[in-house]
């Protein structure tokens, strides 16, 4: 089934330029005129992704886009804000409003079709988070900063965090066959770090987060980038917590940014021949 994108403007002649353009590319489009109807549309259509101008009458993007933001059923919707006005000035109200992107017209197609294949990976991600007690910090780019037993505490965290990365690998190896059909060479790299952080609201007046700062942040960031496609590389704390789980490649010592000391890490290869691939252990509460 193709992905649903809804394209908000009152301007007629915009909206069918960008469902024209989306439809072309396999998409479903379902449009709306105005911000109340937009809702409307997001409530009954179910979206995947909203493209959403910035000045309409009535209820602008950005009212739009915080009533969004403010519905737990639609907080983490991708939203694209599009306006014709200053880009730098609408793009600091879009990102307060809780934008996740911004495009100015006249709309750049290539860079259109870019930033909405990326959200919606990114969208496809999030969505097979949802059975693992996760809490999703923050989106960076095409990546996600993920993190368990905060605030939700969670017995058995590095083993709730190896079993999710392998269950997203595995979804991600049948979509690569769909996208490599289609001219797109992605896919996915993951690290898993565990220890201390300092956890809560981080920002200043008008954008706050719930995040987490610390050095098993860093590290973990450090070993998503340093993971091939397909890697789920770990720390050595986290493989003493699920040696029992999963076969490993050693990897040695790693030089990671901002460690003065070769950081030891494995490669998740498979689960263990004793253990199944189950996800009931991962998904309670």
């Given at each position: 089934m193709p992905e649903k994108i809804l394209v908000v403007d009152d301007v007629a002649v915009?909206?069918?330029?960008?469902a024209d353009l989306l439809a072309v590319k396999g998409y479903a489009v379902?449009?709306?005129?105005?911000?109340?109807?937009?809702l409307e549309k997001i409530d009954k259509e179910q979206p995947g992704l909203v493209l959403l101008d910035v000045m309409m009458p009535g209820m602008s993007g950005y009212d739009v886009c915080r009533k969004l933001r403010q519905n737990t059923a639609t907080a983490m919707l991708p939203v694209i804000m599009v306006t014709a006005l200053d880009p730098t000035q609408e793009r600091v109200k879009g990102i307060e409003a809780g934008a996740d992107d911004f495009l100015t017209t006249p709309i750049n197609q290539p860079e259109l079709l870019a930033r909405v294949k990326s959200l919606l990976r990114i969208k496809l991600l999030h969505d097979e988070l949802a059975d693992w007690n996760r809490t999703l910090e923050r989106f960076t780019g095409d990546g996600m900063m993920i993190f368990f037993n905060d605030p939700v505490p969670v017995p058995d965290?590095?083993?709730?965090?190896?079993r999710m990365a392998m269950a997203m690998r595995e979804r991600v190896d049948e979509l690569l066959v769909k996208w490599h059909k289609r001219g797109y060479e992605l896919d996915l790299g993951i690290g898993i770090a565990q220890?201390?952080?300092?956890?809560?609201?981080?920002?200043?007046?008008?954008?706050?987060?719930?995040?987490a700062i610390g050095t098993v942040t860093n590290m973990a960031a450090r070993l998503c980038g340093e993971a091939k496609p397909r890697q789920?590389?770990?720390?050595?704390?986290?493989?003493?917590?699920?040696?029992?789980?999963v076969e490993v490649e050693?990897?040695?010592?790693?030089?990671?940014?901002g460690f003065s000391k070769p950081v030891p890490a494995f490669n998740v290869l498979r689960f263990s021949g004793s253990v199944p691939p189950?996800?009931?252990?991962a998904a309670g509460a």
């Open positions: 915009n909206v069918k330029l960008l379902v449009t709306a005129a105005s911000g109340a109807e937009a965290g590095p083993e709730r965090a190896v220890g201390y952080a300092t956890i809560g609201a981080i920002g200043f007046e008008g954008r706050m987060d719930y995040g789920i590389l770990v720390s050595q704390r986290v493989m003493g917590a699920v040696d029992a789980l050693e990897l040695g010592g790693l030089a990671l940014k189950s996800r009931d252990r």
